[in-house]
């Protein structure tokens, strides 16, 4: 029998890179006369900016303190044994980088194995355990103090989750099977499930103490002292822990079911996870804990030796460390500050784009427009968006106050612009208004002025051809809804220079947005693969196949919406229009719906109506489709969708769009939220067969996002 330090030890040599944990013991006299105690305290020896990890030696370390104090609680020489972390941390789970290592389903079987023999000991100490959950807290970090007999949590602690599921992967140490035992299998569903595939929402310290996964809630500031106070009152008997009973009756099931709907509205079966995750929770109705432990090894080893992890992890990556240091991006030192921004335009966009500007940079932001009345309503959005802010107390009055004071709005673009150093414009897309808008404002603005345009498909050259200072423009363009979404497109134009390059990289960095060099060619990224995407599903349903069968042929991606629900969201008219754009740039793929334009003819919004609260094919869109008689099975469709992104994807890459593949698929999640799960697209696309089948090579080396050979 191998044993847990062997196996450790093991797993150890395989990640020589780990950023290891320590766990330092030390002893206190607990007040009110209570005993002796041992805190154990997880400490990687960084600040809080590089949280506290678990990789096997970081495991190791624990073992060998809990080594320590079992002998001194079995020799009675402590009450107790607490575990906290570092400052602001206390453990964030399992390391990664060590999981993309693993190459043998036997060695992720260890590390899940490993993670539970030492986890487990905390509970069968001859003494009472106590996890304070100080800080941050997420994946094995939230199971160790699972595995104590008692939990606090501070009340200033930012994020709490099991955000496994989201990765790929399920709580594989313990979480699975104790959480629901603790708080119930529904409360532990929202946590597990829920909250992972809603963008791995996090929980703050009142919501673990409200959720039941705690016993007592203290304050930031004294949370170590309160605690042990707490302690000492509890191994004293003057607290008694009371929690409620849990039902293991249908409750448990319908918990479990809830779960199941949840997933399949989220990823409709295309990820494994969430569904290895319920499986583990339905089967733990019963208490058995050893026997939850042994499933979730199990699903824990073959997640962690398949694909979909694997690209939760590559995606993870993408926005965590490409997203930072964008390829391709100029020196930042050539970066010009900027202290005023203009906005040309006052409508919904351009309100939007002030309102970011004025909360991130907060200098003054002065909006323009062609008439006093719309100049005035795109101030008195923003006003009314900072009285929100207010209200929700994520400002306060006097910040509300100046930031108000610095938004205005114009009608002289002179008076306006003469001393901004950024100006953006957000005006209708065709290319001669843009032309005359970039003409009106050069003609007032200073010489080191940037010149921006949130265009979504047009030439930024062709704007800037008829400047007298054609390379201080640039493209900046944004994705709806602003506040949201965190990509944003820099493109170069043909005579964009370094230093206007550099200040867009330095202010979309201000903006906290993710920013992706692009060349400047027909819809940039997310907007040409999009409109392939739309293009083919439009093409197939103009042939004859029914609109519901070609919505249901891409529910396997997982996508946060279908592709005529996005359609609703983006606006008919836009897409319409981006499609035409795409159609004069490459006839031979790009093709115009005529049902699209007949819809937008008729002005309809969508192709569907929401009565029933459900979509369904709006009566009067349905009079409108004119359709031929080729009718499409769900995988011919998706076949003709999948090879049609692929070859457009590949197309992209040797135009040189973008730098690598890596930077469609940061595009895609972060632009136009597609799943972790897939990687974006390009690691789906390389799976499933496709971009060999259409363009001879995968699109990404093997382990980039995938098992390493």
Not at 49 to 71: M, R
Not at 368 to 387: N, P
Not at 424 to 445: M, P, R, S
């Amino acid at each position: 029998m191998t044993t847990t330090a062997e196996l450790l030890k093991q797993a150890s040599e395989l990640f020589p890179d780990e950023v290891v944990t320590s766990a330092h013991v030390r002893h206190l006299d607990l007040p009110f006369g209570a005993g002796r105690f041992a805190l154990i305290t997880l400490d990687n020896g960084f600040d809080h900016t590089k949280p506290t990890t678990f990789g096997p030696a970081s495991l190791a370390n624990l073992n060998t303190a809990i080594d320590q104090v079992e002998k001194e609680a079995a020799a009675g020489e402590i009450v107790g044994v607490g575990i906290t972390g570092k400052p602001f941390i206390f453990a964030v789970g399992a390391d990664l980088k060590g999981v993309e290592l693993l190459k043998e389903h036997e060695h992720a079987l260890a590390i899940g194995k490993g993670g539970h023999e030492v986890f487990k000991r905390l509970s069968t100490l001859a003494v009472p355990t106590f996890a304070y959950y100080n800080g941050a807290a997420m994946g094995g970090g939230v199971e160790v103090g699972l595995h104590c007999s008692y939990r606090t949590v501070s009340a200033a602690l930012p994020a709490f989750s099991l955000p496994e599921v989201f990765l790929g992967l399920v709580p594989g140490w313990g979480g699975c099977t104790l959480l629901p035992n603790l708080i119930g299998a529904d409360k532990a569903v929202s946590v597990i499930i829920e909250n992972s595939l809603n963008q791995n929402k996090q929980l703050k310290g009142v919501q673990v103490y409200e959720l039941g996964i705690a016993d007592a809630l203290f304050e930031g500031a004294d949370f170590l002292e309160q605690s042990l106070l707490w302690t000492a009152s509890v191994l004293k008997g003057e607290i008694i822990v009371d929690r409620p009973v849990i039902d293991r009756g249908e409750a448990w099931d319908q918990a479990v079911a809830k779960g199941r709907f949840i997933a399949d509205s989220k990823v409709h079966g295309a990820a494994p996870a969430a569904y290895r995750a319920l499986d583990i929770i339905a089967a733990s109705k019963n208490g058995d804990l050893q026997q939850g432990y042994d499933a979730e090894d199990t699903a824990l080893a073959d997640l962690i030796m398949g694909g979909e992890l694997r690209a939760g992890i590559y995606a993870f990556n993408l926005v965590q460390k490409r997203g930072k240091r964008p390829a391709g991006a100029p020196d930042k030192s050539l970066a010009r500050p900027v202290t005023k921004v203009g906005v040309v335009g006052a409508g919904l966009m351009a309100s939007q784009l002030a309102l970011l500007f004025l909360r991130r940079l907060e200098v003054p932001v002065v909006l323009t427009d062609i008439d006093q009345e719309r100049v005035d309503k795109g101030v008195g959005y923003v006003h009314a968006e900072i009285d929100k802010l207010l209200l929700k107390g994520r400002i306060n009055q006097d910040k509300a106050n100046r930031l108000k004071a610095l938004v205005t709005g114009v009608l002289d673009k002179a008076e306006g612009f003469a001393d901004a150093d950024f100006i953006i414009e957000a005006v209708f897309e065709e290319i001669g208004v843009k032309q005359q808008v970039f003409a009106e404002v050069e003609a007032v603005a200073p010489a080191h002025a940037i010149l921006a345009t949130n265009t979504s498909s047009l030439s930024v050259t062709e704007m800037a051809s008829k400047l007298k200072n054609p390379e201080r423009v640039v493209g900046f363009h944004f994705f709806n809804p602003v506040a949201i979404l965190p990509l944003l497109e820099i493109v170069r134009g043909e005579q964009t220079d370094d230093a206007s390059l550099a200040t867009a990289f330095a202010v979309a960095k201000k903006l906290k947005k993710t920013a992706v060099l692009v060349k400047d060619a027909p819809a940039f990224v997310v907007n040409r693969i999009l409109t392939r995407f739309m293009g083919e599903i439009q093409n197939v349903i103009d042939e004859g196949t029914p609109v519901e069968v070609a919505e249901k042929a891409v529910e396997p991606l997982g996508l946060p919406m279908s592709p005529l629900v996005l359609l609703e969201l983006v606006g008919p008219a836009i897409g319409l229009h981006v499609s035409e754009t795409l159609n004069r740039a490459f006839p031979d793929r790009f093709t115009v719906s005529p049902n699209l334009a007949a819809v937008v003819k008729a002005g309809k919004r969508g192709f569907y109506v929401y009565d029933s609260g459900k979509p369904e094919l709006d009566p009067e869109v349905a009079a409108l489709l004119k359709q031929g008689d080729v009718v499409l099975t769900e995988e011919q469709v998706r076949a003709r969708v999948l090879d049609a992104v692929a070859q457009e994807i590949g197309l992209m890459l040797d135009e040189g769009v973008v730098a690598e593949a890596q930077d469609i698929d940061l595009c895609l999640i972060t632009g136009a939220g597609w799943p972790f799960h897939l990687g974006g697209i390009t690691p789906y696309l390389d799976r499933e067969g496709v971009s060999e089948r259409v363009n001879g090579k995968k699109f990404l080396e093997p382990g980039v996002a995938s098992v390493p050979a």
